[in-house]
């Protein structure tokens, strides 16, 4: 279930130490990525750092790391126990989420961590992980329509509940190719809490960018402008040729990945994996197959998948063409998330259909991966769509390689 609010979350972590500082970050998209260059940046500093992002990629427990480093499976388990043990004595209904995010909280504490880079999980002003009163930073990276039965209908109104993460004279990173009314939004709400400075990054000026891939330079940008705030206030050096040097060596799975599938189907050419879930992702995502993998007259063969909700009129159009080849499908059961479901057959085939595409429906993974490998041959090959329908392809990825390796 999905619950915004602040108060059950609050009575989980009532009695709970939060010693440690936190780069907190809201946005509909590059909110991740900006979390994992963050957190490489103060680990490569020495500053023992924690990070917690959602969703998890394969395991639940992935979506915490120590030091770059996932935390081990029997800490996530023990502390959560603790948490939901707490909720059930407290009768406190906390949600899914409000678990998993009071769960990271403590095991921060318990690490020992410094400063943790911490994502929210959806909007911010009532998000769980915004019982943080007291952040080194904040940062707000692109807004866009998204989650709208939950934010709002409006750009105003969903960079309204993004902007509630601003605190008083708490230092706010902003992504300044914002569209007017978000920038206009979070002035205001930056003006009525008092929060500052507020540091508007542009996606072309400085050198800071080191990424090869486009898509990530602004990221890059406001994750350097919020670790270089962040290290100002512990009086502590920002060495900007290191961090361009850590920059460099982030990978973050899931997004303009590309990996081998070779072991499941036999194709031999890599395959380009991305979790584009919204409109603004997917413009990103079609833009970077466009001006990489499209070559005259070839189509791009694609998995897909979505979640219900997602708009799909919307978010196809920049990604396929009529000349492309469709496998649509579906993604397992989500972990902690039973309320996340895939579209069903008939609707993710039926807007694929109404833009005079091609497309096929596989209900089981394999099947749909199998399909695509020979529909391909040897153009290129892209899955997208959603990132549970990533995690489904890394994890079916993992079984086949450890049964490999046992064999």
């Known amino acids: 279930m999905i619950e915004l609010g602040l108060a059950r979350v609050g009575r989980l972590l009532q009695h709970t130490p939060l010693p440690w500082k936190a780069i907190h970050v809201a ?18 500093h020495g500053v023992r750092c924690g990070r917690f992002t959602s969703p998890h990629l394969i395991d639940r427990w992935d979506c915490i790391t120590i030091n770059e480093k996932v935390v081990s499976e029997a800490i996530f388990r023990k502390v959560e126990q603790r948490v939901k043990d707490r909720d059930r004595d407290e009768e406190i209904r906390a949600s899914e989420f409000e678990v998993l995010t009071a769960t990271a909280f403590e095991i921060f504490t318990e690490e020992n961590v410094d400063i943790a880079a911490i994502e ?18 904040t940062v707000i990276t692109k807004i866009g329509m998204d989650h709208e039965s939950f934010l709002g209908s409006t750009l105003k109104e969903i960079a ?9 004279e708490v230092p706010c990173v902003v992504d300044a190719t914002n569209d007017s009314t978000v920038l206009d939004v979070i002035h205001e709400c930056a003006k009525e809490v008092q929060a500052g400075p ?73 395959v380009l994996l991305d979790g584009a879930h919204n409109v603004q992702s997917a413009e990103v995502l079609g833009a970077y197959i466009n001006t990489t993998l499209r070559k005259a007259g070839e189509p791009i063969t694609w998995v897909l998948s979505a979640s219900q909700g997602k708009d799909l009129k919307q978010m196809l159009p920049p990604l396929i063409q009529e000349s492309d080849y469709v496998v649509a499908t579906g993604f397992g059961p989500v972990d902690g998330m039973p309320w996340v479901k895939a579209q069903t057959q008939d609707d993710i085939v039926n807007a694929i259909e109404a833009m005079g595409v091609g497309v096929v429906y596989e209900d089981n993974l394999f099947d749909a991966l199998t399909e695509a490998t020979a529909m391909a041959g040897r153009s290129p090959m892209v899955i997208a769509g959603s990132l549970y329908l990533v995690s489904d392809v890394l994890r079916l990825l993992r079984r086949r390689m450890r049964q490999t390796l046992k064999s």
């Open 198 to 270: 507020v540091l508007y990054v542009p996606s072309d000026s400085g050198s800071e960018a080191v990424s090869s891939k486009p898509h990530q330079v602004l990221n890059q940008k406001l994750a350097l402008a919020a670790v270089r705030e962040a290290m100002k206030a512990r009086g502590s050096k920002f060495d900007e040729v290191l961090s361009r040097s850590i920059m460099d060596q982030v990978l973050w799975p899931g997004r303009l990945q590309h990996l081998s599938i070779e072991v499941l189907t036999g194709r031999n050419d890599l």
């Open 120 to 137: 929210v999980g959806l909007g911010g002003r009532l998000d769980a992980t915004n019982i943080l009163k007291n952040p080194l930073v």
């Open 27 to 44: 946005g509909t998209n590059g909110k991740g990525s900006v979390c994992a260059y963050v957190s490489a940046l103060l680990h490569g």
């Open 160 to 168: 309204y509940q993004k902007a509630g993460i601003l605190k008083k």
